[in-house]
């Protein structure tokens, strides 16, 4: 597993734009050593990427999808959005551990909603292949996915926490969260939204995939959430 030096977007040169994003740019070495993992697995290959935070004591994955392997020797280059989520500052020389990693291809996944805006798209099967196949590599739980005006979070998904969806037949479905204002009656009064009863279906044709691949996991590193690493973080401080 190399170790790499961690870059901010900044490092980035030419037109490569990974703003807002979990694209990336990775050294040729990295191309070297995993050449045969990237070409074995035509449906496509993520990377995993381990920041061992010593302030806060804990080990941070996140997964980026290499667009170049362009980067300055021994190092890799992620968007400011991925920095801030390692609580990495924009000084100082940090390490991580870069290793190729192949979940399955997605089947279902469940997105929740804040409003109903999107049931305005006249074509929404269509609207979510072509948006999200475009932006998008792979899903994970709890990702935030933002289609232009739209703004949508992955809830569920099968049969992985994390998952490929540029070669899958994926069905999708929505759950939608209505925003309210505080009311007084019990808060277990019954939720005035459910999933939505009718389904859609992206479907994805990609005739190169080669259907023996291999797509087992690795071993995923148990996460704390977002809020959880900020308040390790404040309590470390003070």
Not at 1 to 27: Q, V, W, Y
Not at 188 to 213: K, L, W
Request: proline content about 5%; glycine content about 4%; charged content about 25%.
């Amino acid at each position: 597993m190399p170790n790499l030096r961690i870059l901010p977007e900044s490092f980035a040169t030419g037109n490569i734009h990974i703003t807002n994003s979990n694209k990336c740019l990775l050294c040729s070495e990295v191309l070297k050593e995993y050449r045969d993992t990237i070409l074995d697995n035509e449906g496509g290959c993520i990377f995993k990427i381990v920041f061992n935070n010593a302030l806060l004591e804990y080990d941070i994955v996140k997964y980026v999808v290499p667009m170049e392997f362009t980067a300055p020797k021994g190092s890799i280059i992620v968007s400011n959005s991925i920095f801030e989520e390692l609580f990495i500052d924009f000084h100082g020389e940090y390490f991580i551990n870069v290793e190729p990693y192949v979940p399955p291809q997605g089947t279902r996944v469940v997105f929740e909603l804040k409003n109903r805006d999107i049931f305005e798209v006249a074509d929404i099967k269509k609207f979510l292949e072509t948006s999200i196949n475009k932006q998008y590599t792979f899903l994970q739980i709890d990702q935030e996915v933002n289609l232009g005006k739209y703004n949508l979070r992955v809830s569920e998904l099968e049969p992985h926490s994390i998952c490929l969806i540029n070669s899958t037949d994926l069905e999708v479905e929505f759950k939608l969260i209505e925003e309210s204002p505080v009311k007084t009656h019990p808060v277990d009064a019954p939720f005035e939204s459910d999933y939505m009863n009718d389904s859609q279906h992206i479907v994805n044709t990609c005739d190169d995939v080669s259907s023996g691949r291999d797509t087992t996991p690795l071993c995923e590193t148990p996460q704390l959430s977002r809020e959880e690493l900020r308040l390790k973080r404040l309590k470390f401080y003070t």
